[in-house]
């Protein structure tokens, strides 16, 4: 059987939940083989979660470089796995580095790159959910290895123990002169609150919320239900609350189970990021708002009322 | 500084967007097409950097013959020149074909010290073509960039993303591709909607740029579509006026649903 290569997403020494998701559709086409290229000593972290999700194998490539340069020793990493191993396909999680990085692999490999996909079927078909999810499209690569960039969140992770066999390959030197070089980072600092994108309950507050300082109503309700917080471009325009954390069209792209959209009109380009969430709920003061077209439930309502409410409405039941 | 600044033109997010039924690729003829937002930002990025340093700006698309248009907004704005790669051979090229051609298409305009790009495209997502150029061409790429900062020969970009802010740099030249908190693009001034009427626009074949038919297009692709459906749109639920009992209803309503 074909390997499948995955690139491995982590930080801070632990896998990421979107690497689950690709070992599992990899075991779809192939045989899952791990991709760790970080600095020397994570691989070692990692293993256990790495198997626990069915890697067969793992490549293992550490080098001081990596945390120098953004793309280029994964990059590098992948292209020389790609001519050795001969994999049916690589994967990698649809994020803002892993996509460009499936990009110049699919350039240097000649490989076809399928973008941001949403299921994968054994036979290496993959859909894509285009124009913010009003259709869905299915596409194959016509080359013998396909470059395939998942959106995290997608694929339910099965779990399935792997023999994780480590194998140590080297990071290729890094072409100093091509390469952008890190001067400086600066991490975002992880709230207590699950992943927009992965997270199964998300409240979204929009310019109806007024200020930054009353997007702590928006906080309590998520932090009830054990939500992410969201927030439309008009309230992240506004300085209401990060740009990290804008949902649709230009944002981020989510499909929780519930999502509560507060004090957000609903254009179509906030649509576009939302509107395949299993159930929508709406608290707007204007009973034309367009977000009511597409609500399981709406209110037409003051949201400064109804959400301080509904929080301690939750929170009393969990009591 | 000679700056290129890569533009698309797109479908407009608020209309309705379509693949068309037979070879499910992008249905243009249908949808009310603009300069992709982005690409606004990507062009007021390159006049600023030659308002405060001097230079040129010349603006490059590959697209079908309309996307002219989206060239003549960039020249509104203030660009120097267009040049349009339009060709049939072209329809329904991949990721990897369109950045091979854009950067033959850059390879033809002499010396360039900047490309600047928008970080991801409305209609395809696939916000990598930059990345893509970069790696073609051999330069530095410095993407997702929300602050530019140009100082002799060196680019610095502060690039944002889900990670947080990274600070990159490179020498010149290199690919830029920016984010949409980078700045507010200006509208065209009166003045400019006139002075691009006398700006040149190139525009090449694929003979012109030396890609061969058989390099790209549909029958070439490194993937291809095989099938497109638009998903049953959604419809309304249950709608209620606040009352004083709204949130208990939203309450009711959600245990119901087995949501809370
Ligand atoms: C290329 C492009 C990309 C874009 N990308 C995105 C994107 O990624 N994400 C995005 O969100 N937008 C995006 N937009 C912008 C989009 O068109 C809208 O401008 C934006 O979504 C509006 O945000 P909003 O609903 O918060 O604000 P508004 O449209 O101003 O709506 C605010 C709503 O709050 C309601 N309200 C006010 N006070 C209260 C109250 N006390 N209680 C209850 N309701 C109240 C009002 O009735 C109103 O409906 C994009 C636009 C373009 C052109
Ligand atoms: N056909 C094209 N012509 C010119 N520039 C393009 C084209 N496709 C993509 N780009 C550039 O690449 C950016 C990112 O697009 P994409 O990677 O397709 O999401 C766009 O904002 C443009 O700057």
């Known amino acids: 059987m074909a390997e499948v290569l995955v690139l491995v997403e982590h930080s801070g020494g632990e896998v990421k939940k979107v690497t689950n998701e690709l070992l599992t559709a990899a075991a779809r086409l192939g045989e899952p083989a791990a991709v760790v290229v970080a600095t020397p000593g994570t691989a070692g972290k990692l293993s256990d979660r790495l198997a626990a999700y069915g890697a067969a194998k793992i490549y293992v490539a550490e080098s001081d470089e990596v945390s120098q340069y953004l793309m280029a020793p994964a990059v590098g990493v992948l292209a020389e796995l790609v001519a050795s191993v001969r994999p049916a396909a690589v994967l990698i999680a649809a994020s803002a580095d892993g996509k460009e990085i499936a990009g110049k692999l699919a350039v240097r490999t000649g490989s076809g790159l399928l973008s941001d996909v949403v299921e994968l079927a054994e036979d290496g078909t993959a859909t894509h959910s285009v124009f913010g999810g009003s259709y869905l499209a299915k596409s194959r690569a016509t080359t013998p290895v396909a470059v395939i960039t998942v959106r995290a969140g997608s694929i339910e992770p099965v779990s399935s123990p792997g023999a994780a066999v480590e194998q140590i390959i080297e990071v290729p030197a890094v072409n100093a002169a091509t390469t952008a070089k890190i001067i400086e980072r600066r991490p975002v600092q992880s709230a207590d609150r699950p992943e927009l994108t992965e997270a199964s309950v998300v409240v979204s507050g929009g310019r109806g919320v007024g200020s930054a300082d009353n997007f702590a109503i928006v906080e309590k309700l998520a932090d009830s239900l054990g939500a992410a917080v969201g927030a439309s471009r008009a309230a992240v325009d506004s300085g209401f609350y990060p740009h990290q954390f804008q949902v649709g069209q230009t944002g981020k792209t989510v499909s929780p189970q519930l999502y509560v959209a507060l004090g957000i009109s609903g254009a179509i380009q906030h649509r576009a990021g939302m509107q395949t969430s299993k159930t929508i709920i709406a608290v707007n003061k204007d009973p034309e708002a367009p977000i009511f077209e597409i609500a399981d439930f709406g209110v037409v309502g003051d949201l400064f009322t109804i959400a301080p409410q509904l929080t301690e409405a939750i929170t009393k039941r969990k009591g | ?260």
């Open chain 2, 1 to 260: 500084m000679n700056i290129v600044v890569l533009i698309k033109q797109v479908p407009d997010t608020w209309s309705e967007r379509r693949l068309t039924d037979s070879d499910h690729t992008l249905d243009r003829a249908s949808a009310d097409v603009v300069l992709d937002e982005i690409n606004e930002r990507a062009v007021e990025e390159a006049l600023r950097i030659k308002e405060a340093g001097g230079g040129e700006v010349t603006v490059v698309t590959m697209g079908p013959p309309r996307a002219t248009d989206a060239v003549r907004k960039a020249l509104q704005m203030g660009a120097d020149s267009g040049v349009h790669l339009a060709d049939d051979g072209l329809h329904g090229s991949c990721a990897v074909q369109t950045a091979k051609a854009l950067a033959k298409v850059i390879g033809t305009l002499g010396d360039v010290d900047l490309i600047i790009a928008g970080n991801e495209a409305t209609d395809g997502t696939v916000g990598a073509i930059p990345a893509m150029v970069a790696d073609v061409l051999g330069l530095p790429e410095l993407t997702h960039a929300r602050k530019v900062t140009i100082e002799g020969h060196t680019v610095t970009v502060e690039r944002d993303t889900d990670e947080g802010v990274t600070v990159l740099q490179a020498e010149l030249p290199a690919v830029v591709s920016v984010n949409e908190k980078i700045n507010e693009p200006r509208y065209p001034s009166f003045k400019g909607i006139m002075a691009a009427k006398k700006k040149p626009v190139r525009t090449l074949s694929l003979a012109d740029v030396g890609i061969a038919t058989s390099e790209v297009g549909l029958a070439a692709a490194t993937s291809t579509v095989i099938e497109s459906a638009p998903r049953p749109p959604r419809s309304a639920g249950q709608i209620i006026t606040d009352e004083g009992d709204g949130a208990a209803q939203l309450v009711q309503y959600l245990v119901g649903q087995k949501l809370i």
